[in-house]
């Protein structure tokens, strides 16, 4: 939690989201002891405001790294369910609220 605010000062674009997954990405495959905290630090990092839904579900889908990429996506694939989720009730919200006037 120390460091998201360090991370935030380089996080203000999509592809520098991406860059640090990718960066998170091959720091655990490279270091396997860390493998099963991947998912966590991507779900801290979100609620820290660091990356962003949108880059998280692009690098789920298109933009994840070869090594470890099987392991990596099944780690997060319920982080990227609850997000996608998110964006469907927020979608549907809207689409009310736009009903309604």
């Given at each position: 939690?120390?460091?998201a605010p360090i991370f935030n000062q380089f996080c203000k674009k999509a592809a520098t989201e991406i860059v640090l997954i990718n960066t998170l990405q091959?720091?655990?495959y490279e270091n396997t002891k860390t493998i099963p905290v991947f998912s966590k630090l991507l779900k801290l990092l979100y609620s820290q405001d660091v990356?962003?839904?949108q880059a998280i579900i692009y690098w789920f889908s298109k933009g994840s790294k070869l090594?470890?990429?099987a392991t990596f996506l099944s780690?997060?694939?319920p982080l990227v369910k609850f997000l996608k989720e998110q964006e469907e009730e927020e979608e549907e919200?809207?689409?009310e609220e736009e009903d309604d006037e």
């Open positions: 939690q120390r460091v091959l720091w655990c990356l962003s839904d090594q470890g990429r780690a997060a694939e919200s809207e689409d």
